[in-house]
């Protein structure tokens, strides 16, 4: 019996596949299908501008205008990461330099003091060992 149904099923199903491609190939055929089908591709297009155009008028975004601001977005974002991060790295920069300028300033002022005695203000033996 299991026997009998599947072989039941296969016939029906490839009746089922030929019936289906006869019907497609009739349509592909058919020149009043092809014109049904463009004409509803332009009705589409139509309606398509004409909600754009209403949409306008009633200045309301579209969802084209909509992702066209959000890429747009997405742009200025990275960027600004893109600044701050160079930003940061000249902060740093800077930074280094005040550090070297002021071991440089502090490392010019040590030798005046030992060599001139009125900008010392160590005592009377720090001299003698100079």
Same mark, same amino acid.
């Given at each position: 019996?299991?026997?009998e ?17 006869g019907?497609?190939?009739? #349509? ?7 014109q ?36 747009r ?9 893109e ?12 930074? #280094? #330099? ?20 009125a ?12």
């Open positions: 019996m299991n026997d149904s599947e072989g039941i099923r296969d016939r029906v199903q490839s009746g089922g596949e030929k019936a289906a491609a019907l497609a190939q009739a #349509l592909i055929g058919s020149p009043a299908f092809g049904a089908v463009s004409a509803a591709v332009a009705a589409r297009e139509r309606a398509g501008d004409a909600q754009r155009v209403a949409m306008g008028a009633l200045n309301v975004s579209s969802q084209e205008d909509a992702d066209r601001l959000q890429r977005l997405r742009v200025l974002s990275d960027r600004l990461e600044t701050e991060d160079r930003l940061d790295r000249a902060l740093d920069d800077i930074r #280094l #330099l005040k550090r070297q300028m002021s071991d440089l300033k502090d490392a010019s002022a040590k030798p005046e003091a030992k060599r001139s005695p900008k010392s203000t160590g005592s009377s033996s720090t001299r003698k060992k100079s």
